[in-house]
């Protein structure tokens, strides 16, 4: 079992940055590929970015590429989300899951959630 809990959301003007934490506890977070997904409201959640083990492979979701970094620091079981030139779209709630094995994309592949942080980006 893994637990997962995000921090670093909140309101911030367009164009403006925020951090997104993501700790886990449980299993060693060094066996996990870990994802962000986000879910808009209305919308379904969606895959935002993802970073395997080791880090050697990073993933994004085409609208945030150039804004949004991923990265992870396994010996503070922590993975990050950079969120730079945020925009209104961006406003969501962001979730971080972990990944055993199967597709970075696909929300039913993921084994363990967070309970999600919320992000607003004002116009």
């Known amino acids: 079992q893994v637990q997962l809990v995000e921090s670093g959301g909140g309101l911030v003007q367009a164009g403006g940055s925020l951090r997104l934490s993501c700790t886990a506890s449980g299993r060693p977070f060094s066996r996990y590929n870990m994802g962000w997904f986000r879910r808009a409201p209305g919308k379904e959640r969606e895959f935002v970015a993802a970073i395997s083990w080791t880090g050697g492979f990073i993933y994004y979701e085409d609208s945030v590429k150039g804004r949004f970094t991923i990265s992870r620091d396994n010996a503070r079981n922590t993975v990050y989300l950079q969120m730079n030139s945020l925009k209104p779209e961006d406003t969501a709630v962001y979730y971080c899951?972990?990944?055993?094995?199967?597709?970075?994309?696909?929300?039913?592949?993921?084994?363990?959630w967070g309970q999600g942080t919320q992000v607003t980006v004002s116009s």
């Open positions: 899951a972990a990944l055993t094995a199967g597709s970075y994309y696909r929300v039913s592949d993921y084994d363990y």
